[in-house]
C-alpha cells in the first residue's frame, strides 16, 4: 500500500521557522515525484514545492527564498523547510506523489491519488 503520513506542523509567531515531514511507504523517490501543497479557507490548493530526480527542485514564487525541500532516501523522507513565515503562509499542508518522476507530473492537483492527511500551520502576527 502506498502512503504518505505528514507530520510537523503548529502554530508559531511571524518570523519564526517550522518543518513539516512527509515518510512514504510503498513508493520510491527515484521513480516519482513529491510535491508539497497547501490549501487557505476559501482558496484553491497551490503547489509550493516539488522535489524529483528528474527535474532537481521547483519553487513557487511565494516560497522562493523562504521555504526549502529535501529528501532522505534512507529515510524515505521528504521535508519542508520553512522559515520567515508570514501569517498569509497559515494553511492546511500536504505532500502528495507525482503521477511520475517529474515536477510537471504533480498537476493539476485534482489528478493526484496518493496525498499525506494535512498538517495545519497557522502563524499568528
Known amino acids: 500500500e502506498v502512503q504518505l503520513v505528514e507530520s510537523g506542523g503548529g502554530l508559531v509567531q511571524a518570523g519564526g521557522s517550522l518543518r513539516l515531514s512527509c515518510v512514504a511507504s510503498?513508493?520510491?523517490?527515484?521513480?516519482?515525484?513529491i510535491g508539497w501543497f497547501r490549501q487557505a479557507p476559501g482558496k484553491e490548493r497551490d503547489l509550493l514545492s516539488c522535489i524529483s530526480s528528474k527535474d532537481g527542485t521547483y519553487y513557487a514564487d511565494s516560497v522562493k527564498g523562504r521555504f526549502a525541500v529535501s529528501s532522505d532516501n534512507a529515510k524515505n523522507t521528504v521535508y519542508l523547510q520553512m522559515n520567515s513565515l508570514k501569517p498569509e503562509d497559515t494553511a492546511v499542508y500536504y505532500c502528495?506523489?507525482?503521477?511520475?518522476?517529474?515536477?510537471?507530473?504533480?498537476?493539476?492537483?485534482?489528478?493526484?491519488?496518493?496525498w499525506g492527511q494535512g498538517t495545519l500551520v497557522s502563524v499568528s502576527s
Open positions: 502528495a506523489a507525482g503521477l511520475g518522476p517529474g515536477c510537471p507530473s504533480l498537476v493539476p492537483w485534482e489528478n493526484l491519488e496518493v
Open positions: 510503498g513508493l520510491t523517490f527515484r521513480d516519482y515525484a
